[in-house]
């Protein structure tokens, strides 16, 4: 696992070659992989696939994150574009309980701590292209990951907050807190994002003066 997180290509081929499993899992399911997706190491990556090609199918299921998940919350979305195009499945179920799985995981992602020190922009933006491929119906659950937009807009990032808009989620549905965004955006005192749900046909019904 460490060798996989510091990017050691030379470290985890001797491992792999004297009996070290890629699949062998930490408590929160995440294997060697998984860590070097989080990091950006496409050289473990690529070196984990040739050693064991049905690798890239590893935690397809309902319980643990896959690869993909890794990398988007390392905010890695080449790493993300890398797995998919060697045949990784983004969208593991398309049961309503699981559509909004990757939105709701980047409000998490909004929100932690070291958010900062991250950009989110073209992990939203990759969300936003993957959905409208795979499940362009998907805003018909957007209720669901409402607090999403909301995160965005708490977060003063006018940047992802256009992302997301781009994406589809509606300007004029009510947030978590019950707020609209534009009434959210005010009450924030952001004035970059109050002028972009103006511009993108937020309603003012609810200004009373």
Request: hydrophobic content about 40%; some cysteine; aromatic content about 8%.
């Amino acid at each position: 696992m460490v060798a996989a997180m510091g990017g050691e290509v030379g470290c985890v081929e001797l491992l792999l070659a004297n009996g070290a499993s890629e699949r062998t899992r930490e408590t929160q399911g995440w294997t060697a992989g998984h860590h070097a997706a989080y990091y950006g190491h496409v050289g473990i990556l690529r070196l984990l696939l040739q050693n064991t090609p049905w690798y890239i199918h590893d935690s397809e299921d309902a319980t643990t994150p896959t690869m993909i998940d890794a990398a988007l919350e390392g905010g890695q979305v080449e790493i993300a574009r890398f797995l998919l195009a060697q045949g990784a499945v983004m969208f593991r179920h398309s049961s309503r309980s699981n559509l909004t799985h990757h939105w709701k995981m980047l409000k998490e992602l909004i929100e932690s701590s070291d958010a900062a020190n991250r950009d989110l922009v073209p992990v939203a933006r990759f969300l936003g292209e993957q959905y409208a491929k795979h499940y362009p119906n998907w805003k018909k659950e957007q209720k669901k990951c409402r607090g999403t937009l909301e995160a965005a807009i708490a977060s003063s990032n006018v940047q992802l907050v256009e992302a997301l808009l781009d994406a589809g989620f509606d300007v004029n549905a009510r947030l978590e807190n019950g707020q609209k965004p534009l009434e959210a955006a005010i009450k924030g005192g952001n004035d970059a994002i109050v002028q972009l749900l103006r511009g993108r046909g937020a309603s003012t019904s609810f200004l009373s003066f």
